[in-house]
């Protein structure tokens, strides 16, 4: 994407090129569209548009969690392939949204198991029918309830799903080895969430995921989120879930106060900031007061 703005830029003088500040020119020059770093063990991650992915690379396989678009999971399959001459074993979405699952296609007769969570196949399939875009997935093959492991080389995936929250099939993928354990959108670090009451979201429970997921991972774990408002900051630790807990329950409170004091859903969309809430930012700030006004008074569920 930078090489086609740069493009497009290139067409201005030469002033206005001096004008740019270095760190613009450094970043056009140098940087591919998408990014890939090694967090521990074998495990990275992939980040262009959308969701953040995870992928391991052991001896006997390669493993990836979410897919983004399809667009980006060619990227990705592409830098993979130059790194590890091994087959794919396992695809897993961390929850159906297309920023994490769309992708799953480009994955179709190479990868040999898709995994996720039932809620999140047919979420996937109910959005699909829905687009009439069934002709572009690729479905999970083997879904899950509580509970899924896999083991490869030295590696064991285990996923864990504790609720509804983001929607209600969000897992949380853990590398035991590397101790990495991958969110998926139960954490928007910094930036307002998105809450799918469409596909079964509670923000009430998001909360008492996070704390399941609290008590479940120690303090070495280190977490991946789907996203952030820094793009540096797609990874973190409990410290971060506490902080996305928090931002929740100061949501749910300032809600509810005004819902008590008589606002209307308009009203409350209206607010441009949460009290207490200083670290969360970016563009959807209703997105998230929307949802909790309609589950705080019981609204019907968007179909
Ligand atoms: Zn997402
Ligand atoms: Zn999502």
């Given at each position: 994407m930078r090489r086609r703005s740069f493009i497009r830029h290139s067409s201005l003088g030469l002033?206005?090129?001096?004008?740019?500040n270095k760190n613009f020119l450094t970043s056009i020059?140098?940087?591919?569209?998408?990014?890939?770093k090694m967090l521990r063990n074998d495990v990275g991650i992939f980040t262009?548009?959308?969701?953040?992915?995870?992928?391991?690379l052991s001896k006997k396989g390669i493993v990836v969690v979410d897919a983004e678009f399809p667009e980006q999971a060619q990227h990705l399959i592409g830098e993979l392939k130059k790194q590890s001459d091994k087959p794919f074993e396992l695809l897993m979405n961390t929850h159906h949204h297309g920023d994490h699952s769309s992708g799953n296609i480009a994955f179709k007769g190479i990868v040999k198991e898709v995994a996720a969570h039932s809620n999140s196949l047919s979420n996937q399939q109910k959005v699909a029918v829905k687009q009439k875009t069934e002709d572009k997935q690729l479905y999970p093959g083997t879904t899950y309830?509580?509970?899924w492991s896999y083991k490869i080389d030295k590696e064991h995936i285990r996923s864990y799903y504790f609720g509804p929250a983001h929607t209600d099939g969000d897992s949380i993928i853990h590398f035991q080895h590397a101790n990495i354990a991958h969110m998926g959108d139960l954490m928007f670090n910094r930036r307002w969430a998105f809450i799918d009451r469409s596909a079964g979201a509670s923000v009430k429970n998001w909360i008492t995921v996070l704390d399941k997921a609290l008590s479940t991972f120690d303090n070495e774990t280190l977490f991946v989120f789907g996203h952030a408002f820094d793009p540096e900051k797609v990874t973190g630790s409990k410290e971060d879930l506490k902080a996305m807990q928090d931002y929740l329950s100061k949501m749910i409170v300032f809600?509810?106060?005004q819902i008590k004091a008589g606002k209307s859903k308009d009203d409350v969309l209206k607010e441009k900031s949460i009290p207490g809430v200083t670290e969360w930012q970016g563009d959807g700030i209703e997105r998230g007061l929307q949802a909790t006004y309609e589950e705080l008074t019981d609204a019907p569920r968007p179909s």
């Amino acid at each position: 994407m930078r090489r086609r703005s740069f493009i497009r830029h290139s067409s201005l003088g030469l002033g206005a090129i001096s004008l740019m500040n270095k760190n613009f020119l450094t970043s056009i020059f140098t940087d591919d569209p998408w990014k890939m770093k090694m967090l521990r063990n074998d495990v990275g991650i992939f980040t262009e548009k959308g969701g953040t992915i995870a992928y391991l690379l052991s001896k006997k396989g390669i493993v990836v969690v979410d897919a983004e678009f399809p667009e980006q999971a060619q990227h990705l399959i592409g830098e993979l392939k130059k790194q590890s001459d091994k087959p794919f074993e396992l695809l897993m979405n961390t929850h159906h949204h297309g920023d994490h699952s769309s992708g799953n296609i480009a994955f179709k007769g190479i990868v040999k198991e898709v995994a996720a969570h039932s809620n999140s196949l047919s979420n996937q399939q109910k959005v699909a029918v829905k687009q009439k875009t069934e002709d572009k997935q690729l479905y999970p093959g083997t879904t899950y309830g509580e509970s899924w492991s896999y083991k490869i080389d030295k590696e064991h995936i285990r996923s864990y799903y504790f609720g509804p929250a983001h929607t209600d099939g969000d897992s949380i993928i853990h590398f035991q080895h590397a101790n990495i354990a991958h969110m998926g959108d139960l954490m928007f670090n910094r930036r307002w969430a998105f809450i799918d009451r469409s596909a079964g979201a509670s923000v009430k429970n998001w909360i008492t995921v996070l704390d399941k997921a609290l008590s479940t991972f120690d303090n070495e774990t280190l977490f991946v989120f789907g996203h952030a408002f820094d793009p540096e900051k797609v990874t973190g630790s409990k410290e971060d879930l506490k902080a996305m807990q928090d931002y929740l329950s100061k949501m749910i409170v300032f809600v509810d106060g005004q819902i008590k004091a008589g606002k209307s859903k308009d009203d409350v969309l209206k607010e441009k900031s949460i009290p207490g809430v200083t670290e969360w930012q970016g563009d959807g700030i209703e997105r998230g007061l929307q949802a909790t006004y309609e589950e705080l008074t019981d609204a019907p569920r968007p179909s």
